[in-house]
């Protein structure tokens, strides 16, 4: 009875995924990409340079956020196990095609990034404690007039990230051990597994241990975690390009043949689920998150001058995710010469990958940086879900329910540990799906006010001044809390 429960949901929320990423969501995050690329004139490469400038800048208030710590937070969610596991899946699933396809959605992506985040900054309120906050559901109350409509996007938010991402995550780093010999000697007497049922309750552990505190004990630790870890795996990346240098230029035309290759994009006999296009879009998606809605409730909390130097903080943000972590997977996964199959999706083909270059040890290496990336991407999306849960609320909720959520957002890291591939990445990208249909058309409506900003942050930059904004520079209708 609970088999045919389990097959019938995974099957609905499957074919719900296939509908959503097939004829909507591709459609809609490319034109919103493109769209924002040409009417800011390719924002995303023509400030990139000004984006690094921008990023070091230290606020003026100790107490409050830096550009860099709010770079950190969203950096945190969005560099995880998606980065390691979701790129290997679609390459696995999509094939070579699939890398072009992540690049392509990275750089349109990055605009919308741009957006939405300064969108945030605009649109944000002030703390009573000093410092600021904000999100999705802020400007769309403020702009658009619908506290209704927020809330409806704060719960999307907390559902996608406290439930299906942060299940994902702990699926994913348990995952990363099945190919362990450990793994099938640890069983009960009917031959069920030990080690999802002892790795989730001790990630469970972890997690509640640094949650069970205030917001700014997660930037913090984030802040510390994420440089390291990224560096360390972009390296590891490297140094197995070095070695396999010979490979580089075969991968490089497999990835650009196969992104236009009628069957890698269209799917072929399996579909268009399985097709280097959808797999590529879904993944770099779910990996860099532009146009989602996530990041712009770290990019409220920015203590900055003008709105855009956030935009452009979390435009970087997103090369950062997929330009450099994720090609450093597809890499690390190609350059081996290991053939992608579905048989090999997952964890198994960039520890497979990096054991043909390193030996035992390189299985290992994966599983400790799916730690870092998978503790990282926890902690991260919990600070997003405590904003919005304040919106909802309509004040800041009291220790006590922030206890309560913490509490079941440790339960659910150990059922995430407990569930099947297939439903558990799924889900995530129909949670993530919702909240990109509420906040793309949100955006796209309200760009004009984000590119005037651009315009008269770049004007005082042409001026030889740090750029200071005001409402009334942009001829902002709207009354803000912050910037009047």
Known sequence: MLDTLYNGFAGLVGTLNDLMYSYVLIILLLAAGLYFTIRSKGVQLRLLGESVRVVSEKSGDTKAVS????LMVSTASRVGTGNIVGVANAIAIGG???????WLIALVGGATAFVESTLAQIYKKRSVKGGSYGGPSYYIQSAIGSRALGVVFAVALIVTYAVGFNMLASFNLIDSMSSYHFYDTLVTASGAHLLPIIGGALLALLVGICIFGNGNRI?????VLVP??????IIMALIVMVLNAGMLPEVLRRIFVGAFDFKAIFGGAAGFGSSALMQGIKRGLYSNEAGVGSAPNAAAAADVSHPVKQGLVQMLSVFIDTILVCTATAMMCLCTGIEPSESLKGAPFVQASLEQTFGAAGPYFITIALLLFAFTTLLGNLFYCEGCLNYIAGRT???RQLNVFHAFACIVVFIGAQMKFGLVWDIADVLMGIMALINLPVILRLGGTAMRALSDYMKQRREGRDPVFKAKNIALKEKTDYWN
């Open 219 to 223: 930037v913090k630790v984030t802040g």
């Open 96 to 102: 070579y095609g699939s890398v072009f396809w992540m």
């Open 397 to 399: 909720i009291s220790h």
């Open 228 to 233: 390291v870890m990224g560096v360390l795996y």
């Open 67 to 70: 550009a860099f710590e709010a």
